[in-house]
């Protein structure tokens, strides 16, 4: 087990260059201390998030500091209406939204089963499981995924749990290994997502780049997907050695995975953590529906030096 020492001072201010290790030392034990280790020391309980609190938002903004991500729980329940995390969007002054081809008029994207309609054809729309991944990583470098937000309308009948991880923990235990993983995984070559064709035209170009990298801000981003089809990486060994350790954390018992279905009402607001999805089904009652809304910046006030 990591241990952190809090007494500990910060040289210097960027913790993720690898060159780095006193700034890195002094922000891992940092992270680590009082680190949540249960999923309800994640959650704010909300009235509205449309007519947020100011105490609601500072615990919220607290959370996503140390972890990356909050989880809140509403009085709104099964209310449809996209305004709700719209709010939340606004209060953390996200800009940049991902308006997809397949999102809503809002720019928030409705997550449900589709039976028919070009949608049946994507995985977030069926009831398929979806594995360890972080929003946007088909993206072009200009348009990474930095923000993303969840928000439930209605949980499946049976099934559909998340796991969230930390993207900084997940390179905190890559670089305690061996720091060498790191540098691969941020080679600007490591990962390439195939073209996707469609009626025999380019409907998204390849694109190839880094798992993590160093925004201009100074903070870190993480682009991964776990799937097999449609995912090149590149060929070398300590490459495959980085990914088997990283699919040995995402696959493991660890600790620092949070495990849990959300309930209507409830919602994630976070800086784009690696997650998943378990596969579920529906019934007449209980149909899943989730809005997403995915953003070209942070959340405001989590960055280094922000706070």
């Given amino acids: 087990m990591i241990t952190a020492h809090p007494q500990a001072t910060l040289p210097r201010p960027n913790p993720f260059h690898l060159d780095d290790e006193d700034a890195y030392r002094y922000w891992r034990d940092r992270k680590l201390q009082d680190y949540p280790r249960d999923l309800g020391d994640l959650v704010v309980e909300l009235d509205d998030p449309r007519r947020l609190k100011p105490q609601e938002f500072d615990a919220l903004l607290a959370r996503c500091r140390?972890?990356?991500?909050?989880?809140?729980?509403?009085?709104?329940?099964?209310?449809?209406?996209?305004?709700?995390?719209?709010?939340?969007?606004?209060?953390?002054?996200?800009?940049?939204?991902?308006?997809?081809?397949?999102?809503?008029?809002?720019?928030?994207?409705?997550?449900?089963?589709?039976?028919?309609?070009?949608?049946?054809?994507?995985?977030?729309?069926?009831?398929?499981a979806i594995q360890w991944h972080t929003d946007g990583y088909y993206n072009p470098a200009d348009r990474q995924i930095q923000a993303l937000l969840l928000h439930v309308v209605q949980r499946a009948a049976q099934g559909g749990e998340n796991a969230l991880l930390d993207h900084e923990i997940a390179y905190l235990l890559l670089r305690e290994q061996n720091p060498d993983y790191i540098r691969a995984l941020m080679a600007p070559d490591v990962l390439t997502i195939p073209a996707?064709?469609?009626?025999?035209?380019?409907?998204?170009?390849?694109?190839?780049?880094?798992?993590?990298?160093?925004?201009?801000?100074?903070?870190?981003?993480?682009?991964?997907?776990?799937?097999?089809?449609?995912?090149?990486?590149?060929?070398?060994?300590?490459?495959?050695?980085?990914?088997?350790?990283?699919?040995?954390?995402?696959?493991?018992?660890?600790?620092?995975?949070?495990?849990g279905r959300l309930e209507p009402g409830m919602g994630l607001v976070s800086n784009n953590v690696l997650h998943d999805r378990a596969a579920f089904n529906d019934d007449e009652q209980h149909q899943r529906h989730y809005y997403r809304g995915r953003y070209a910046v942070r959340l405001a006030g989590t960055g280094l030096g922000e706070y």
């Fill in 196 to 259: 996707r064709i469609e009626d025999g035209r380019i409907a998204r170009p390849e694109e190839t780049g880094p798992v993590f990298r160093i925004t201009p801000q100074g903070n870190l981003h993480m682009r991964y997907t776990i799937r097999v089809n449609n995912v090149i990486w590149k060929e070398d060994s300590l490459t495959r050695e980085a990914l088997d350790a990283l699919q040995a954390i995402l696959h493991g018992d660890s600790p620092w995975i949070f495990r």
């Fill in 66 to 128: 140390k972890t990356n991500m909050a989880l809140y729980a509403s009085r709104t329940g099964t209310d449809p209406d996209p305004e709700i995390p719209l709010s939340l969007a606004r209060h953390f002054r996200l800009t940049g939204m991902d308006r997809n081809w397949l999102a809503d008029d809002t720019g928030l994207t409705s997550l449900t089963v589709r039976e028919d309609g070009v949608r049946r054809h994507y995985i977030p729309y069926t009831n398929r």
